[in-house]
């Protein structure tokens, strides 16, 4: 996430140096670990051989989007759901395909549980807030539905008040 190349922009320094390592959004100790997990699985589906490879990233990317995103798209799997990853170049489908995948997801929804506050939703409080972004009109982009729907369901709770 790159808001403030410059750290001396910021109206709120401390905070911005609370949420923000650089440019990178700093992370719990719960949250790396679910990274953890979700690299884990990512090592699991390298393993497959064709197209394992290209899949590897899709939860960790997922984990990093948002909490919400990690979640849904690991309880999907489990569920039996298919997941359909499109980028330009390649169209692939994920599913869980043995006991050892299945053990990694239950980890890493178990870890996701424990994270409390999403990085992202804490810097997007803070950007529109603290920052006041708010003021000025900003629109949020996001790669996956998940995030993105969850941050316009959480939006009324986005508030001064509560950060």
């Known amino acids: 996430m790159n808001i403030h190349p410059d750290a001396q922009l910021a109206r709120h320094p401390h905070r911005f140096n609370a949420l923000f390592q650089g440019i ?3 992370t719990s100790p719960g949250f790396d670990r679910a990274y953890e997990e979700a690299c884990a699985f990512g090592r699991l589906l390298a393993g497959r051989g064709q197209g394992g490879g290209f899949m590897k990233n899709l939860m960790e990317q997922r984990v990093c989007s948002s909490v919400v ?3 849904g798209t690991a309880t ?3 569920a039996g759901q298919t997941i359909h990853e499109e980028t330009e170049d390649v169209d692939r489908e994920l599913d869980v395909q043995d006991a050892a995948e299945r053990a990694a997801l239950e980890r890493l929804i178990q870890a996701l549980g424990g994270v409390g506050d999403d990085p992202k939703l804490s810097a997007i409080r803070h950007s529109l807030h603290d920052e006041g972004w708010l003021e000025l009109g900003c629109i949020i982009f996001s790669q996956y539905y998940d995030t ?3 941050i316009a369901r959480v939006r009324r709770w986005v508030s ?3 950060h």
């Open 24 to 26: 990178a959004l700093r």
């Open 69 to 71: 995103a990690g979640i």
């Open 76 to 78: 999907r799997l489990l």
């Open 148 to 150: 993105a729907a969850w």
């Open 160 to 162: 001064p008040a509560r």
